[in-house]
C-alpha cells in the first residue's frame, strides 16, 4: 500500500504523527518561512518540523494560525539547542519555544543533540513538559546507541522519536541504531533525507526514477516510507514541496527497495554524532 500525505504512525504513547512533514533548517526567517508553510499546507502537508536553532519558530506559529485549520490538525516538531541543556534551562526553553510560536503545546519536543554531562538532566526537564501538557511527545535527535543506552536505562518517558540523518546512502552505517531503536518501539525520523542533492546524480538512482517515472528525490522520500521512516524533505521551492508530497501513488518493489538499502558508502551530508561522548 502506497498510503496518502495524511499517513501517521502511532508513536509508543499513542500519538499520532504524520509520517512525511517539512523540514524548515536554513529556510531563511520571516516571509520566506511563512510561505514555505502556507505551500505545505495547501499540499496537504500537516506536519512541520522546526527548531530553536532555526530562527524561524516564530514564522512557523504565524503560519499556522493562517492556515485557517484546526490546531489538532497540524503536527509540529521543534527542538531543544545546546546552549539548553539543564533541567531549569531545558525547562525556561521549551517555554520560550511555545511562545515564540505562540502555541498552547508543542506536539514533538526533540533534544537535537546529544550533549555530554547534561543531556540526563535536560531528559528529567523534558518528561517534566510532557507531564504537564506542554508538548504532546517528547524525543531525541542524533542519538548514537550509546546515547540511547544510557537514556533508556533511568528514563520514566521511553523517546518516541529519534530523529537522524537517514537515506540509502547511509543505511548500512546506521543499521545497528534503527534496529536499536525498533527494539524500543522508538520511531525513527529520517533528515536530509535528499542528501541536500549530493547523490541525485548517482546512476542507479536516475535508473529506478526512470523506471517509477519519479524524480530522485521522489525515490528517496519513497524509500524511507516503504521502510515505515517518518521523513522530512526541506525545500525553498512551492514546486518541489508539491513534488515531494507526490509520493502516494506508488510503493517500490522489494527488490528495487533492497538495492537501494545496498547504496550504503557511510554518507554524512549534515553532521555526525557518532563520536560524541
Known sequence: MSGAIDTTTTLNNGVEMPLLGLGVFKVPNGQKTISVCQEAFAAGYRHIDTAMIYGNERD???AIKASGLAREDIFVTTKLWNTDHGYQEALSAGRESLNRMGLDHIDLYLVHWPLEGRRLETWKAMEQMLDEGLTRSIGVSNYMPRHLDELLAVCQHRPAVNQIELHPFNYGYRLALIDLCRQHDIQVEAYSPLTRGKKFDDPRLAQLAAAYSKTPAQILIRWALDHEFAVIPKSLRAERIRENAAVFDFSMEASDKAWLDDFNE????????????
Do not use: S
Not at 557511510?266 to 561522548?277: K, Y
Open 60 to 62: 512557523v506559529g504565524t
Open 266 to 277: 557511510d554518507l554524512i551530508v549534515c553532521w555526525d554524532p557518532t563520536d560524541v561522548p
